[in-house]
């Protein structure tokens, strides 16, 4: 690929057919650092993290007052409603991806949010998981690292969905209040979010953390929980309850933290985000994301340099990652996950909507639903978990699909260099040239090599 | 995906991109266009086989005159073709031989766009000829209609047309198929990936089309009968069919897409029922196929090819051709059927005579760049 085809595919969500070329495609990409609008127009009509959280603790407060009889019409009567603020917001999403004109940026808040997964196949998370990208992820994938991950582990969806606003230090005194009184409660200690900070967000899997490190990451964290359902939340979104929290100190990876309530688990994440495993991993991520499956050694280490260098300051990372030659080998290495390969089609075609309803069946029918990647792990980054049969005759029965809507409104001959500048191969220009109809010619650059990968 | 491929993919090319486009007129008559995207082989549809240079030309690629169904003393139809010829014999099918549009190139897209604005070149004229042949006629209150998710050039134009597309048709078809399959042959990655996804849905090159083509083509025809057989329904209907570009594996594939397209006649002729006897059918392509077969098993761009009427109104049981022949000299440019006579001329006076239009205001809306081309007369039962 040419430059300008890298700069617009590899590190952007596509060309737009009236975008004009960047002239120095460097300098684009890190001109978008400064464009970039944490909250664009799709977004803006979406309901805020607030608002969310309020209909959640509405509901919670209902179904403990409502009878016996009536508590899962309540709950049926929540899940109807998440999903249709799902809906709004996948389509808020989709719409973002298909105006943006900083790509690149936008690129990376889907990067961050897939790292920082949350999934929708745990039902409560359904009408949170939009206001998780919107309220944590988008404002701060230009910050620091250390911002973004505490965003994310004080949001409420992630509260909720890896189950830490029900952990409860054993020994604290809402424990022992429980104990005394004879409750029928049997709530303690879960280790859920303390596990996937360690294996998913920060250290990596098998980087040296024990079973003991998550038990007592775990204690730290409890008391980390959601705004009590029984006041209006107003403009909170998590609260840190004392009674909940384990007292003692914690000794995480070998160092020592005074018990300090909230304090102690905001200390072990910064020590967290600090260690080299942290910058390896994300810089092996991220350099998986935008060069190859198998990222280069010296690219992935100069990443973690930056990362440590720099106290994981972000756009230091993507300015690294814009000047690493690795990064514009011409050779494509990247399959796009169906979602890349969704949103450049539709940019292609120079769509600027799509019906919310519409666009979560396409990212269902191509295997990668929106916002439920079915664990914390988030979807796979490789070609081995894309580039499958089935997988690609859904992407040429899409193609076709969307080329007949389009019609020949749409001249392939002509796009084709426009998305692909300098990119299109003779065995594709061929095969465009050589189409039966319009809509043939318009499907076949869809799916043609250099459309699916990256 | 909760789309049978297997059913799907049998539904074969015809079905693939069928969109029905329909337009309402003050009229009993009916006029469906169907388009055959790809340039259909006109020379193995309505087969000279009297001439001897056909057999030589054509070696493997020509059909047996054994097989084929004989109109006549010279031409003979595909034998996939059994309900054209019993219309044939019925008086209701008429076919035209060495026929071509003034375009003279050989690009499908272009092709198709002459064909469908009629212009004399491509790009030319902005809307199409069927939007203008809506025009022409009486209105209705009724506002057009067309079935389609997207509203092709040939019905595109100020006349409005609605669009409606019946939600179960299937979208991909084996001409795509096809061509992604030759997209991917130089790419090992996804060549392999192509290669299993096609062995693990048994849809190979060779195990498509057969009976089911037939029979869900003719559920499309069936279909698209049910709203132009209503008193208060469409008048004007466009079809388009595609997978005719047969540059390799021809026999097989020509078999099946035309088993499909007698499929959809069938289908169109039991649902209108006794609209049937008000009904005009145009089937076209926007060029026919070389006259020697190429080294692939198939046949590359050519010039003129095969026109139909079909229909109860049409006064068929004839063929109309200008027969150019078939050795070297007779030839287009050395290679392809020479054209003898104008598909215009022969677009213009099927819509003037079905609608009781003017002959030359017809011609002269239609192809308003084409001259005066000699109209034909008596295509029609008065």
């Known amino acids: 690929m040419s430059t300008p085809a890298i700069a617009l595919n590899r590190f952007g969500l596509g060309a737009k057919p009236d975008e004009l070329l960047p002239s120095n495609p460097k300098s684009w990409l890190l001109s978008q650092l400064d464009a970039y609008d944490p909250l664009p127009a799709p977004w803006k009509m979406q309901p805020r993290t607030t608002a969310l959280l309020d209909t959640w603790l509405t509901q919670q407060r209902a179904a403990r007052q409502a009878p016996e009889g009536e508590r899962s019409g309540v709950r049926e009567a929540y899940l109807r409603q998440g999903r249709e603020a799902y809906v709004a917001a996948v389509g808020a999403r989709t719409h973002s991806a298909l105006q943006s004109n900083t790509p690149f940026v936008e690129r990376l808040v889907h990067f961050w949010s897939n790292h920082f997964a949350v999934s929708t196949d745990k039902l409560l998370v359904v009408g949170l998981a939009g206001g998780f990208e919107a309220d944590a992820i988008r404002p701060r994938v230009l910050g620091r690292f250390e911002d973004l991950l505490l965003a994310v582990v004080r949001h409420p969806t992630m509260l909720l969905y890896l189950d830490q606003a029900q952990s409860i230090g054993p020994r604290s005194l809402a424990a022992s209040r429980a104990g005394g009184g004879g409750q029928q409660r049997p709530r303690g200690l879960n280790e859920n979010l303390a596990r996937e900070i360690l294996e998913l967000h920060t250290l990596g899997v098998r980087s040296g953390y024990t079973q003991n490190d998550v038990t007592e990451f775990a204690r730290a964290l409890t008391g980390w929980t959601l705004p009590g359902d029984e006041s209006a939340a107003g403009s909170a979104t998590f609260r840190f309850v004392a009674a909940l929290h384990e007292p003692g100190d914690r000794v995480v990876l070998g160092r020592t933290y005074a018990s300090g309530g909230e304090q102690q688990a905001r200390s072990i994440l910064h020590d967290l985000v600090t260690s080299p495993a942290t910058a390896l991993h994300i810089a092996r991520k991220l350099a998986r994301h935008f060069v190859a499956d198998e990222p280069p050694a010296a690219l992935v280490q100069r990443l973690a340099d930056t990362f440590s260098r720099t106290d994981g300051d972000l756009p230091s990372l993507y300015r690294e990652l814009v000047a690493a030659p690795e990064a514009w080998r011409p050779a494509s290495a990247k399959f796009k996950s169906p979602w890349d390969w969704a949103i450049s089609s539709q940019r292609a075609l120079g769509r600027q909507e799509l019906p919310p309803g519409q666009a979560i069946n396409l990212m269902n029918q191509l295997g990668q639903p929106v916002w439920r990647p079915g664990s914390p792990a988030g979807y796979d980054d490789t070609a081995a978990t894309w580039a499958a049969p089935d997988a690609l005759l859904r992407r040429v029965e899409m193609a076709q699909r969307m080329a007949t809507q389009a019609g020949d409104a749409v001249d392939a001959r002509s796009l084709a260099p426009r998305v692909l500048p300098g990119a299109v191969s003779e065995a594709t220009a061929g095969a465009i040239a050589r189409a039966e109809s319009g809509s043939t010619a318009l499907a076949l650059l869809l799916v043609s090599p250099e459309f699916l990968r990256r | ?382």
């Open chain 2, 1 to 382: 995906m909760s789309l049978d491929r297997r059913s799907f993919l049998g539904a074969a090319a015809l079905i693939t991109a069928s969109p029905v486009l329909f337009a309402q007129a003050a009229t009993e008559r009916r006029f469906i266009f169907i388009i055959q995207r790809g340039a259909a082989d006109g020379l193995n549809t309505v087969i000279p086989y009297a001439e001897p240079a056909y057999a030589s030309a054509r070696g493997a690629l020509a059909i047996d005159a054994s097989s084929a169904l004989k109109l006549d003393g010279t031409f003979a139809l595909h034998p996939s073709l059994t309900k054209l010829r019993d219309l044939y014999a019925a008086e209701q099918a008429m076919f035209f031989h060495a026929v071509a549009s003034p375009y003279r190139d050989r690009s499908h897209f272009d092709g198709q766009n002459v064909l469908e604005t009629g212009g004399a070149a491509p790009y030319q004229v902005k809307d199409g000829w069927m939007n203008r042949l809506v025009g022409l006629l009486p209105r209705t209150g009724k506002e057009a209609i067309a079935f389609s998710p997207a509203v092709p050039m040939a019905l595109r134009g100020p006349v409005d047309v609605t669009t409606y597309t019946p939600s179960a048709l299937p979208q991909a078809n084996d001409d795509l198929m096809l061509r992604v399959e030759q997209l991917y042959a130089k790419d090992a990655q996804l060549h392999a990936i192509w290669s299993s996804a096609l062995d693990a849905r048994g849809m190979a090159t060779g195990g498509m089309g057969g009976g089911a083509a037939r029979q869900d083509s003719g559920a499309l025809g069936k279909m698209a009968a049910g709203f132009l057989a209503r008193a208060d329904g469409p008048r004007i209907a466009m079809i388009e069919t595609s997978g005719w570009d047969t540059h390799s594996g021809q026999n097989a594939r020509l078999a099946s897409q035309l088993k499909s397209l007698d499929g959809l006649i069938a289908g169109l002729h039991e649902g209108l029922g006794a609209v049937w006897s008000k009904t005009v059918i145009l089937i076209a392509t926007e060029f026919g196929r070389t006259v020697a077969a190429n080294g692939t098993g198939g046949t590359d761009h050519g010039t003129a090819g095969a026109a139909m009427l079909i229909g109860g109104a049409v006064q068929g049981g004839r063929i109309v051709a200008d027969w150019p022949g078939l050795k070297g000299s007779d030839l287009q440019e050395g290679r392809d059927l020479k054209p003898t006579l104008a598909l215009d001329a022969l677009i213009s006076s099927a819509c003037a005579q079905t609608f009781r239009l003017d002959t030359d205001r017809t011609a002269k809306m239609l192809f308003p760049s084409s001259g005066q081309p000699q109209a034909m007369q008596r295509l029609l039962r008065t």
